[in-house]
């Protein structure tokens, strides 16, 4: 599925309705959802609107330099947000060191990590894709790919 987001409003309308999609399955596992992207591209402003459309009150910061911010959800599907920023990780043992299986096993953590790509051992085969790019008219385009 593609969708092109003129402003944030239409951002929070693609998030709303990744989220949808996605609730409707019981996991055996978190909820794993890769942001691809280059910079700038919006993975953290994604990441801010499902927080705030899962209840998330405080303000939610690109976790660059804290590597991982966890957020407390009251949600029936969800407990915790995990927000993970794999731009400094260089390979998955690094990701691993921060407690990574033991995060993805509880089924009631839903997971955002930007920069998958240099974690790739360590996530999931099925986890969900959000591709992030820019439109040659500045706006934001989504590929999202769900886990099968």
């Excluded at 690094?94 to 360590?122: C, H, M, Q, T, Y």
């Amino acid at each position: 599925m593609q969708k092109v987001s003129k402003d944030i409003r239409q951002t929070q309308k693609i998030a709303e309705n990744f989220l949808k999609s996605i609730q409707k399955k019981k996991n055996k596992n978190a909820c794993v959802v890769g942001l691809y992207g280059n910079l700038g591209t919006g993975k953290t402003a994604f990441t801010q609107k499902v927080a705030k459309i899962l209840g998330v009150k405080r303000k939610v910061n690109s976790p660059t330099f804290m590597i991982m911010n966890n957020y407390k959800l009251k949600n029936k599907n969800y407990k915790l947000l995990i927000h993970i920023d794999a731009y400094r990780l260089k390979n998955k043992k690094e990701l691993l060191l921060l407690g990574w299986k033991g995060i993805i096993s509880d089924p009631r953590n839903i997971i955002f990590i930007e920069w998958p790509e240099n974690v790739k051992g360590a996530l999931p085969k099925k986890h969900h894709k959000i591709f992030i790019s820019h439109t040659k008219e500045g706006y934001r385009k989504f590929k999202i790919k769900k886990a099968q």
